[in-house]
């Protein structure tokens, strides 16, 4: 049963917490790849090398990705949606208890700031690995000329996007806010043309972003005309996406606008009736521009190193379900939804009632089947703990109560291109339009009693409102904090439901909140130089902080 498995985890918790980077000092985190010479006779030898390259750089993306001694035994090690899943825990709005089964400690009480922790080597290492992978994707179609075909053409025009995604995925962790510290140091960059990955100093946050935008104006171009054969790919709309990411980073408002607008054309947002049942696990949800397709197979390699066994509340074989370490929103934010916004329903209540789980039924291992909200209090031995107050029920497994734990992951959805839309367009003086794509997006699709002006709030705090409870748990919350120079709040006095070691607040410009490079890195880029200052947040501290949105 799922139990004895948890507890051979358990064993080695303590041990994993603090793995050392070092142990793994055969492994560079900044990655190779085959010199394009290798590749051009790789390929020429064996043509079906280049797919199978192809392939690997989106399976990638959300299977384990297996380091040394780890590569059997890290549950918490799920590529990019780990990435995803880390980096909102380490904001203000999710988190999960403080007990012995929780992987992900280390986000919760920002210990991940220490070198030798296996979290943030992973979320480091693999983004460099995925930049190696990007690499060798390009170097398996060569350089692309007016005579290379369409197909290729599209191909390598994904590369570049993929690689543009993993910079967007650790810039913003290692430095502040683009707008006032473009030339500060950031991470450093590898290209297929980088020479000395052994001596690469930290490119400044600017040169990092234009490598970024250079990638996605190149993917665009590439990718005109391209029809993918399913979403777990990306087009010239998903590439529109990543730009206006950048660009609302770098607060370029009239092109995050522009570039919001062709990647969300031809999309609907969700209806409220979606919305009224968990959802967000199939790659098919017509709301869905980009996600990663969950095989079976992928599954299979690891069931517990994926989203539905740590993010997902209906596994009958999942982590967090058997361990009752499930994930949960913070009541400060959970307070500020109105009960007209169907959105409350992705969560159940302090008493454990939510209506989306109404017409559910989860199978009983004892016999039987669960029905509507006995799904949130039953406490089934080695399948389902009772729910926590507060735990999400907005992340879907397919069908409730699966074992397979092969659900999909959305890294792109219309609604944030809408909620973008709205912010850059205001911030760009157009602001009676900006409010119009709020208004119409929320009064539509999530609240009928919605007025984005009778809120109470800044706009700008508005916007974010709605972002922090539409994109929960997909990956935008710690970024979008830095982004917009806002301290990140987990308690009033003692008004939360966050857990004691993890309930502290953090000063925008306190310098513990940048990632420190992992001790690997550090021995073997004699380059860098490692971010210092601020000190390990302590329980209680900075109680009179307020962030504009949960006051």
Not at 174 to 187: G, I, L, S
Not at 359 to 376: H, K, M, R, W, Y
Not at 477 to 500: C, E, M, Q, W, Y
């Amino acid at each position: 049963m799922i139990n004895n498995k948890i507890t051979s985890f358990v064993a080695v918790l303590a041990l994993a917490s603090v793995a050392s980077c070092t142990s793994m000092d055969e492994l560079e985190p900044q990655g190779g790849s085959m010199l394009a010479s290798q590749y051009e006779a790789t390929v020429a030898a064996v043509p079906q090398r280049a797919d199978a390259v192809f392939t690997g750089m989106y399976t990638k993306l959300g299977d384990p990705l297996s380091y040394g001694n780890f590569s059997s035994d890290r549950p918490d090690d799920f590529g990019f949606i780990m990435m995803a899943f880390s980096n909102d825990l380490e904001a203000s709005d999710i988190a999960m208890p403080n007990i012995g089964y929780n992987w992900f400690s280390a986000c919760g009480d920002l210990t991940s700031r220490n070198a030798d922790y296996a979290n943030p080597y992973i979320r480091y290492r693999g983004v460099y690995d995925e930049i190696a992978r990007a690499h060798d994707v390009m170097n398996a179609y060569g350089d692309v000329t007016e005579e290379t075909s369409a197909d290729v053409r599209a191909r390598v025009g994904q590369a570049y996007a993929i690689r543009a995604f993993c910079y967007l995925n650790i810039a913003p962790y290692f430095q502040f806010r683009y707008a006032e510290h473009q030339e500060d140091p950031c991470v450093p960059i590898v290209t297929r043309e980088t020479v000395d990955v052994a001596n690469n100093p930290r490119a400044t946050v600017k040169e990092v972003y234009d490598l970024i935008l250079s990638d996605l104006t190149t993917a665009i171009e590439y990718l005109e005309g391209y029809q993918r054969p399913d979403k777990s790919k990306i087009d010239q709309q998903v590439a529109y996406g990543l730009r206006a990411r950048a660009y609302l980073n770098m607060e370029k408002w009239e092109e995050a606008a522009e570039d919001a607008a062709k990647a969300a054309a031809g999309y609907t947002p969700s209806s409220i009736a979606d919305c009224s049942k968990p959802s967000f696990c199939k790659i098919t949800e017509p709301n869905w521009l980009w996600g990663y397709d969950m095989t079976p197979d992928v599954a299979k390699t690891y069931p517990y190193a994926t989203s539905s066994a740590w993010i997902r509340s209906f596994s009958a074989d999942g982590y967090t379900p058997a361990t009752q370490c499930y994930a949960f929103i913070n009541n400060l934010l959970y307070n500020k939804i109105p009960d007209t916004d169907v959105r409350k329903g992705w969560w159940v209540n302090e008493d454990l009632y939510s209506p989306l789980l109404e017409g559910l039924t989860f199978p009983n291992p004892d016999g039987g089947v669960l029905v509507g909200q006995e799904i949130a209090t039953a406490n089934i031995a080695d399948v389902k703990a009772t729910f926590l107050p507060y735990t999400n029920v907005k992340f879907a497994c397919d069908p409730i109560g699966t074992t397979l734990n092969d659900e999909d992951w959305p890294f792109m959805r219309v609604e944030e291109m809408l909620l973008i839309q709205a912010e850059a367009l205001y911030k760009s003086g157009k602001t009676a339009e900006g409010i119009k794509v709020l208004n119409d997006f929320v009064k539509t699709y999530r609240d009928p009693a919605y007025n984005a002006e009778l809120t109470g709030r800044k706009f700008e705090d508005e916007v974010w409102f709605q972002r922090r409870v539409e994109l929960w748990g997909e990956g935008f919350a710690n970024n979008d904090t830095r982004r917009l120079g806002k301290p990140f709040v987990r308690f009033h006095d003692n008004n939360s439901n966050i857990p004691d070691a993890f309930r502290f607040n953090v000063a925008a410009d306190d310098r513990w909140l940048l990632m420190r490079f992992c001790t690997t890195e550090l021995n073997f880029n004699e380059g860098i130089e490692d971010n210092e200052g601020g000190n390990l947040p302590v329980m209680g501290q900075n109680k009179t902080l307020r962030d504009g949105v949960t006051d």
